[in-house]
């Protein structure tokens, strides 16, 4: 994944729709856009962002319309992609107070930026196993 300072190029339609907050990265087909360089890239965000490259697939703008006005469409991406980085997450770390506050700050993420879910069904979904 290409790692990008620049914004993405439907960055202005993204602002009108989710008002994202300064820190929020994206993934525009194979290119990670992290505007806010004090944003750090860890190995968990990198699986998050790959997710949703593999997601967008041949058709990133397709992908992006759809997200951008579908909120049931954003929160099944959302949740493959978070619950993905937390699996990931899980992989590297064993203690499991640390997981269960790292799930607790993705579900917060989750739940507070998409406005499509609560906090308690955003942190079941991420905990729930991946099949």
């Not at 269960?100 to 993420?109: I, T, Y």
């Amino acid at each position: 994944m290409i790692i990008s300072a620049s914004p993405p190029p439907n960055f202005d339609r993204i602002k009108e729709v989710l008002n994202p907050p300064e820190n929020t990265v994206f993934t525009y087909g194979e290119r990670l856009h992290c505007p806010d360089k004090r944003v750090i890239i860890s190995d968990d965000l990198i699986v998050h962002e790959t997710i949703h490259s593999m997601q967008q697939g041949k058709d990133p703008e397709a992908w992006w319309q759809l997200y951008l006005i579908d909120p049931e469409f954003r929160k099944s991406q959302e949740m493959d992609a978070y619950r993905n980085q937390y699996n990931f997450y899980c992989l590297k770390i064993k203690d499991r107070n640390m997981r269960a506050v790292f799930a607790k700050k993705l579900a917060d993420d989750f739940s507070r930026y998409y406005d499509c879910l609560f906090f308690k069904e955003a942190f079941a979904g991420i905990r729930s196993v991946i099949k």
